[in-house]
């Protein structure tokens, strides 16, 4: 299927769903949006057909693909859009240096940092056992 082709089916799929597309020109890719109660996906006109495509894929899972009807390549498309994106959205967490790293402890309960910074041990077999009372078993 050619690009163009592609594009006239995802349309059509948005169209379906009940949401609007608008081209509009400016510094951005798109996307899905709601405006005054109307669902929208919002697409940069000066894209090449294929980025159009997948801005309109990407949004169409934002709002949920599961209850209309795709021709199967369509669908296909679309999903694998979906799947592209959220992995794409993990390899642009930021990440902190090594440097920063240390200077700051990290928040996760049991870790080295969060350990040492409360002034316990980072496992448990390390912690010292409680002390026995006197008294145990003994007040029964």
Known sequence: ???EELLLEIEQAAQDMNLRIR??????DGGYCILRDENIIVVNKKLAPIRKCSVIAQALGEYGIDQVYMKPIVRTYVEDEIVRAKAAAGKNVVRRTDAAAEA?????PGSDATAAAEGASATPEEAPAPEASANDGADA
């Not at 081209?23 to 951005?28: A, L, T």
């Not at 700051?104 to 996760?108: A, W």
């Open 104 to 108: 700051v402890p990290s928040e996760t």
């Open 1 to 3: 299927m050619k690009e």
């Open 23 to 28: 081209y509009e020109k400016g510094d951005f």
